[in-house]
């Protein structure tokens, strides 16, 4: 039987390119520059409006009893939505950017996850959730102004909801034919791809 553990030790190195990067290096050294950082402010907005509604789509494929975490998933989205465009306006930030084309990849993959079942789904979701809620603890405290940011995500709370969201997918894994294994697999090793190519974006503008 697949789980996300499993997912986890058979792709080490991949996920490890998905969660430890320059990006965040430079974030806890205090040395990234600015316009990398806001770059990838912006493209995690537009990434984040997007995502907001993958998981809408999640709720409306899940069983009742994963509504919970999913709706206050939900609910965390709204405060998170709002927090981007109160830090943009800080930086004045113009949110009403085009999206850069890994943005657009990660997006449009997005898309692609709601045709599938929902183990496969749910583990997409696990899977987006564990990236950042990794890359920014693994460095351990960030200096002002990026402390705000590592915590946002890096927090225990979110910890616990990444946790939850483990369970729910392992769960929706049991009774899972192989096939859907199989499916599941392959979107966590695209997800670990396009979480390298996103923190990179900010250093090449992911073109
Ligand atoms: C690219 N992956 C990316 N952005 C995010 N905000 C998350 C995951 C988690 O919310």
Same mark, same amino acid.
């Given at each position: 039987?697949?789980?996300?553990?499993?997912?986890?030790?058979?792709?080490?190195?991949?996920? *490890?390119?998905?969660? @430890?990067?320059? &990006?965040?290096?430079?974030?806890? =050294?205090?040395? @990234?520059?600015?316009?990398? &950082?806001?770059?990838?402010?912006?493209?995690?907005?537009?990434?984040?409006?997007?995502?907001?509604?993958?998981?809408?789509?999640?709720?409306?494929?899940?069983?009742?009893?994963?509504?919970?975490?999913?709706?206050?998933?939900?609910?965390?989205?709204?405060?998170?939505?709002?927090?981007?465009?109160?830090?943009?306006?800080?930086?004045?930030?113009? =949110?009403?950017?085009?999206? *850069?084309?890994?943005?657009?990849?990660?997006?449009?993959? =997005?898309?692609?996850?709601?045709?599938?079942?929902?183990?496969?789904?749910?583990?997409? +979701?696990?899977? @987006?959730?564990?990236?950042?809620?990794?890359?920014?603890?693994?460095?351990?405290?960030?200096?002002?102004?990026?402390?705000? &940011?590592?915590?946002?995500?890096?927090?225990?709370?979110?910890?616990?909801?990444?946790? @939850? +969201?483990?369970?729910?997918?392992?769960?929706?894994?049991?009774?899972?034919?192989?096939?859907?294994?199989?499916?599941?697999?392959?979107?966590?090793?695209?997800?670990?791809?396009?979480?390298?190519? &996103?923190? *990179?974006?900010?250093?090449?503008?992911?073109?």
């Amino acid at each position: 039987m697949l789980t996300c553990q499993k997912l986890l030790n058979k792709h080490t190195e991949l996920w *490890q390119k998905a969660t @430890i990067h320059p &990006f965040l290096g430079q974030c806890k =050294l205090g040395t @990234i520059q600015p316009i990398q &950082f806001n770059t990838w402010l912006v493209q995690d907005y537009l990434f984040v409006v997007e995502f907001t509604r993958l998981v809408a789509r999640i709720l409306n494929a899940a069983p009742v009893q994963h509504f919970d975490s999913i709706l206050g998933g939900l609910n965390a989205l709204k405060d998170e939505l709002n927090w981007f465009r109160d830090k943009a306006a800080e930086r004045n930030l113009d =949110l009403s950017t085009i999206k *850069q084309s890994t943005c657009q990849e990660y997006c449009n993959f =997005l898309l692609e996850i709601t045709e599938m079942s929902y183990p496969v789904q749910a583990v997409g +979701l696990w899977a @987006i959730e564990l990236a950042y809620n990794q890359g920014w603890q693994l460095p351990g405290p960030m200096p002002e102004p990026y402390a705000e &940011f590592a915590n946002r995500w890096g927090n225990v709370a979110f910890t616990e909801y990444v946790r @939850i +969201l483990e369970k729910q997918a392992d769960s929706a894994l049991e009774t899972a034919s192989e096939t859907v294994e199989q499916q599941a697999e392959s979107v966590f090793i695209q997800i670990a791809q396009l979480e390298n190519s &996103f923190w *990179q974006m900010a250093f090449t503008g992911g073109q």
